[in-house]
């Protein structure tokens, strides 16, 4: 009797301990996977280029990758930097078009967005990227950056590059039947030197298209510039030299006095101002 009470004794310590072992067998709960890091956009640098427009550096300060949806998905509230001028709202563009290479994707990489915002004067500029928040980010609160850019030409200096919208007519001639016309006057300049090229618009099928080229130099004169060029017919080649005075007022440059003289077709004179 003793032995059969020891025997069971012997067998529920053993079930006991089996028990035990299977519960310390459980597997362990399992562990949530680690969210995946996330990109920071900041506003690195608000400068001014050599013509003096705004220029903004982007940076992704990381940890994480921007997504590729900010080059792949198009939409008006894609990621990109958005300017503003003395508080009010000026435009800017999605990173998908100033980062077509995606140095902003990768952790420390950076992107710089050229404007065509000019300054001429003292202004307060402020620069914000991802302004939608389509970005999720590590930091929410840093994306915006101001300061204030002062355009310091040298004395003397004639920085006329822009986008001038014109009116030219032709004078009645032998060679020319009078005609009022509308144009837009493309600008370009290196560093505000003297060397000047640019592009005329014109209207044809109901659209402005580019019909002339130009090249020429600009001088400063008093408190004006003097441009002086030919502009070159794109369909014939034909050239006819043109001037004209270009002068300062509230920040942009205008001119009354545009002249252009073809004897063998149309001469006349054109008025023109920077937008």
Not at 162 to 189: N, R, W
Not at 233 to 240: L, P, V
Not at 242 to 265: E, F, H, Q, R, V
Request: aromatic residues 8%; glycine residues 10%; contains cysteine.
């Amino acid at each position: 009797m003793k032995s059969s009470i020891k025997l069971i004794g012997w067998m529920m310590a053993g079930f006991f301990l089996l028990a035990a072992g299977n519960l310390w067998a459980q597997p362990a709960s399992p562990v949530a996977a680690p969210a995946p890091a996330l990109p920071d956009l900041v506003i690195e640098k608000i400068f001014l280029d050599q013509s003096c427009n705004v220029a903004v550096v982007v940076k992704n300060l990381g940890p994480g990758h921007v997504p590729d949806a900010v080059w792949t998905v198009h939409t008006p509230k894609s990621a990109g930097v958005y300017l503003y001028r003395n508080g009010t709202g000026w435009g800017g563009a999605s990173i998908w078009k100033f980062d077509p290479a995606k140095a902003l994707q990768k952790p420390g990489g950076t992107a710089t967005y050229y404007s065509n915002l000019k300054v001429t004067t003292a202004v307060g500029i402020k620069a914000v990227v991802d302004l939608h928040n389509t970005v999720k980010e590590a930091n929410e609160t840093n994306n915006s950056q101001a300061t204030k850019l002062v355009c310091e030409q040298p004395a003397g200096s004639c920085c006329i590059a822009g986008i001038y919208e014109g009116v030219h007519k032709d004078m009645a001639s032998a060679t020319c039947k009078p005609k009022t016309e509308k144009f837009i006057f493309i600008l370009t300049q290196a560093n505000c030197g003297s060397g000047v090229e640019g592009q005329i618009k014109s209207p044809k099928d109901g659209a402005m298209v580019v019909t002339h080229t130009f090249k020429g130099v600009v001088t400063s004169v008093e408190k004006c510039c003097e441009l002086k060029g030919e502009i070159r017919e794109i369909s014939t080649g034909k050239t006819t030299p043109i001037k004209a005075t270009l002068c300062l007022k509230n920040g942009k440059y205008y001119t009354t006095n545009g002249s252009y003289n073809d004897p063998a077709g149309c001469s006349g004179t054109f008025e023109m101002h920077q937008i």
